[in-house]
């Protein structure tokens, strides 16, 4: 029998019609919570959403926002499957937030 998935209220990403699809915010989500469809951000996976906002801060459209809404509860285990090393150097070669680019 499957098992019922409990939707808690949470912090999570949303994307608005400002985006361009540059995909920035694809390669800064660590956890591959979001993807482009049909040439827009789209957050894939809720459960993948820590709502920590790395992918906020490379977008140059402004158009990733932090919303409060029910979702399914974050999956702790991903954070185990993650390899920060690879992840902060390809952070640090392509994608430093916008302001820190500008100096
Ligand atoms: S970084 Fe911004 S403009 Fe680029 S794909 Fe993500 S939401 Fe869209």
Same mark, same amino acid.
């Given at each position: 029998?499957?098992?019922?998935?409990?939707?808690?209220?949470?912090?999570?990403?949303?994307?608005?019609?400002?985006?361009? +699809?540059? /995909?920035? @915010?694809?390669?800064? $989500? *660590?956890?591959?919570? #979001?993807? !482009?469809? =049909?040439?827009? %951000? &789209?957050?894939?996976?809720?459960?993948?959403?820590? +709502?920590? /906002?790395? @992918?906020?801060?490379? $977008? *140059?459209?402004?158009? #990733?926002? !932090?919303? =409060?809404?029910? %979702? &399914?509860?974050?999956?702790?285990?991903?954070?185990?499957?993650?390899?920060?090393?690879?992840?902060?150097?390809?952070?640090?070669?392509?994608?430093?937030?916008?302001?820190?680019?500008?100096?």
């Amino acid at each position: 029998m499957m098992k019922m998935s409990l939707k808690i209220k949470r912090m999570i990403i949303a994307v608005s019609d400002a985006c361009a +699809g540059c /995909g920035r @915010c694809v390669n800064s $989500c *660590p956890t591959g919570a #979001l993807e !482009i469809v =049909e040439d827009r %951000a &789209e957050l894939i996976n809720e459960r993948l959403c820590d +709502g920590f /906002g790395s @992918c906020i801060a490379v $977008c *140059p459209e402004n158009a #990733l926002y !932090i919303e =409060e809404r029910e %979702a &399914e509860p974050f999956d702790w285990s991903i954070l185990s499957r993650i390899d920060f090393e690879v992840f902060i150097e390809k952070l640090e070669k392509h994608y430093k937030p916008l302001q820190l680019q500008k100096e």
